[in-house]
């Protein structure tokens, strides 16, 4: 098992950019360490930013959220195709688009993809 993450790596299983982690530890949401020149974060500790990611606000019985960014939306007359990038996955979503619109769904925009059986829905934070 990998002891550390470098902060790139860090960035692509949050699906974030570097920038932003840079910016949430200037920020005090997250502390890396320092091996020579780099920044690193314990492997222990991807979970738990994961979990602070999703938010604990949310009730519900679906265990599997996969935290990311909107990478693509397509909309038609009715329906929507959210596409997520989280971490390493693509997520796609199915929705009406009056959804889609009500979430203010677009590239770049946080999302988290909730998998419960075989439906996948899409939540975002207010």
């Known amino acids: 098992m990998v002891d550390y993450l470098r902060i790139g790596e860090v960035a692509q299983r949050v699906g974030v950019s570097v ?3 840079r910016r949430w530890e200037a920020e005090g949401r997250i502390t890396f ?5 780099q920044r690193v974060l314990p492997a222990t500790d991807l979970a738990g930013l994961l979990t602070s990611l999703a938010g604990s606000d949310r009730t519900s019985s679906a265990r599997n959220r996969l935290t990311g960014v909107v990478v693509a939306v397509e909309r038609d007359g009715v329906m929507a195709k959210v596409e997520l990038a ?13 959804a889609a619109d009500e979430m203010e769904l677009a590239p770049g925009v946080a999302a988290t993809a909730v998998v419960k059986s075989t ?8």
């Open 119 to 126: 439906s996948v829905m899409v939540e975002r934070a207010r």
């Open 33 to 37: 360490e320092r091996r020579g020149n």
């Open 86 to 98: 989280c971490g390493d996955y693509r997520i796609v979503s199915l929705m009406s688009r009056e």
């Open 19 to 21: 920038d932003t982690l």
